[in-house]
Structure formats: structure tokens, C-alpha cells
């Protein structure tokens, strides 16, 4: 896939939503839970509450990194470091180090970008730990190659802070602090990252909902928690999958999210 393009066309886009409105939504606060009905895949959801929504990952046709099919909440845990429940305590655009795509395929660091789309570093308080050992608090990244995908867009605004952009008709919500969410984790040397695996919302009563999947892509959520409590999640990840299956999906996703564009780095668009 060639990821210069597919940003550059995200890159066009939110030039011209820029440029005839005011298209952001400000992270301090729940987006709208009002769904696209005439989307087939949004079906499945139906309303969620405010609170839950998290952002969309969107894959366009032969962007999905992998043609494995969307985990179990069983594969899921087995194949991350962690899956913990955690609020959101800080969020904050990372604008370095910068990767430029070369022609050989390789990533290599520039200065001279003009436009780049910003990894994410996300501060959580961690809840409860579902799998794996993780507890208090804990810093997240999400290279810049993963945040290109999500809908609404993080930008940088003024001063530190993150603007989120909608990239699709259907208006899910950007992630704010304070807000209380389930995902999965994995070690890099930096650190804590998101590695292309998902977020999920949780609304006040405990209840788990899954973001817009638009492929069966590795950054998709399981495809057995919406709707469920945490305990039932728990439950069900309480199992003893493939092994074969779980080595088969963790090389899956070092392949597709095993790079500093994905793992922590921001990806540049255009020099």
C-alpha cells in the first residue's frame, strides 16, 4: 500500500473542509451519537451514548494491512501485551521525530516538512487490566501511519491541543479527557503503543461499544464485545486460543504496525 498517497488524498480533503467551515471538534468534550443509518456496518451499533464514541478506523478499498479476519476478544487478548480499561488523563500531538517514505520503501527522518500528520501520545489512568500486567498510570502512542486512518482526523491546534477533523459522512466522536475506554496495548522500545490495534468506547454503565468496521483489518475491534459488559469481556477472554493463530497474528501486525510511522512517529505528507 502506499501510504504517501492514501495521506495525501486525507491531506486534500481537510484542506478543503478547512476552507469553507469550521469542521473541528474541540477533545474536552463527547462527540454526537447520532449514526449514519444508511451505513450497513454502523447497523450493527445502532445509537451509541455520547460518552462511548470513539473514533472510526477507516480503510479505503486495498488499504487494509492484513487479510486476516477481525480477532475474537479471545485472539485479541492473547495476541497484545495488555488490554486494560483506562480514562484518558492528557492528550497531546507528537510532532517528532518526522518519517519520510523513501524509494526503497524505508522510513527515514526529515526536518523540511510542510504538512505532517501527528502521532498521538495519550495519558491513561488504568481501571482494571484485563490481560496482561499494567496498572497506574501509563502513556500510549500512536504513530502517525495509524492516526491517518481514524475518523474524526487529530490535528494540531493552537498551543498543544488537538483538533478533530471528520473525514467521513458519518459523525462519530473524537477522543476526549476524562473519557473511559478499553484497548490494547504493546511493548516498543519507547515505550507503550497502540501498534494499530483499537480503541473502544465504554459508556457510563460499563457497557462496551465497538467502533465503525469498515474491513476486516488487524486495527478493527473484536468482533464478539459490542454491546457487553466488561465482565462479560473479561469472560471471554478467559480462554485458551491457537497458538499458532496468536504467533500468526502478532507477526501479522509487526509487519503492518511494527514501524516507527505506526508505533510513535509522525508521518510526513508533503516537503
Known amino acids: 500500500m502506499n501510504f504517501a498517497a492514501t495521506f495525501s488524498s486525507r491531506i486534500a480533503w481537510l484542506s478543503v473542509c478547512l476552507a469553507v467551515a469550521s469542521c473541528g471538534q474541540d477533545s474536552s468534550e463527547p462527540g454526537s451519537a447520532e449514526l ?5 456496518s454502523q447497523a450493527r451499533s445502532g445509537i451509541v451514548p455520547d460518552e462511548a464514541l470513539v473514533p472510526d478506523t477507516m480503510f479505503g478499498e486495498n488499504e487494509c494491512q492484513s487479510s486476516l479476519p477481525a480477532a475474537t476478544a479471545c485472539m485479541w487478548a492473547a495476541q497484545a501485551d495488555a488490554i486494560v480499561v483506562a480514562h484518558i488523563t492528557k492528550l497531546s500531538p507528537v510532532d517528532g521525530p518526522t518519517m519520510w517514505p523513501t524509494p526503497e520503501g ?34 500510549v502512542m500512536i504513530g502517525g501511519n495509524q492516526v491517518q486512518h481514524f475518523n474524526p ?39 507503550w503503543s497502540l501498534m494499530g490495534d483499537t480503541i473502544l468506547g465504554i459508556d457510563s454503565q460499563g457497557t462496551v461499544f465497538a467502533p465503525e468496521r469498515t474491513a476486516d483489518c488487524l486495527s478493527t475491534d473484536p468482533i464478539d464485545v459490542h454491546g457487553l459488559s466488561i465482565d462479560a469481556v473479561a469472560e471471554l477472554m478467559a480462554c485458551s486460543p491457537d497458538p499458532v493463530g496468536v504467533e500468526e497474528r502478532r507477526a501479522a501486525r509487526e509487519s503492518a504496525f511494527g514501524d516507527a510511522v505506526s508505533t510513535y512517529a509522525t508521518q510526513c505528507g508533503s516537503r
Open 106 to 139: 524505508e522510513w527515514e527522518e526529515v526536518h523540511d516538512c510542510v504538512f505532517a500528520n501527528p502521532a498521538l501520545s495519550i495519558g491513561l489512568q488504568v481501571d482494571r487490566t484485563l490481560s496482561g500486567t499494567l496498572d497506574g498510570d501509563v502513556t
Open 153 to 191: 482526523l487529530p490535528v494540531s491546534g493552537d498551543s498543544g491541543s488537538i483538533e478533530w477533523i471528520p473525514t467521513h459522512l458519518s459523525n462519530r466522536g473524537p477522543l476526549w479527557v476524562g473519557q473511559r475506554i478499553m484497548l490494547g496495548l504493546h511493548r516498543i522500545e519507547q515505550g
Open 36 to 40: 449514519d443509518s444508511n451505513n450497513p
